[in-house]
């Protein structure tokens, strides 16, 4: 059974920096794509940064240059350095692989609130 287990948010003023770790559990992790997704008002949630099993990365445009994804095979963890916070960024975020997305399955997540 694969687990997820998201930390590292938190309360920052804007303009500063936090680090999410997400450690996986229960799958062969340095073989699966990964993504950090965080919530919309709506309640969706929508992929902010992705990282191939090769280390190929993607960013939504909305944190491009400001977040960056990261991963270490060694400790099954991947992670999200998310500098130059804004306000909008306040939100949940969650640590996933593509197939849990499909079959609804999400981990705790994370909350990180950026004060102005």
């Known amino acids: 059974q694969v687990k997820l287990a998201e930390s590292g948010g938190g309360l920052v003023q804007a303009g500063g920096s936090l680090r999410l770790s997400c450690e996986v559990s229960g799958s062969s992790f340095s073989t699966t794509d990964m993504g950090w997704y965080w919530q919309t008002p709506t309640k969706s949630r929508e992929l902010v940064a992705f990282?191939?099993?090769?280390?190929?990365?993607r960013y939504a445009d909305a944190v491009k240059g400001r977040f960056t994804i990261s991963r270490d095979n060694a400790k099954n963890s991947v992670y999200l350095d998310m500098n130059n916070l804004k306000p909008e960024d306040t939100t949940m975020y969650y640590c996933n692989t593509d197939d849990l997305v499909l079959l609804g399955y999400w981990g705790q997540g994370t909350q990180v609130t950026v004060s102005s």
């Open positions: 990282i191939g099993r090769g280390g190929s990365t």
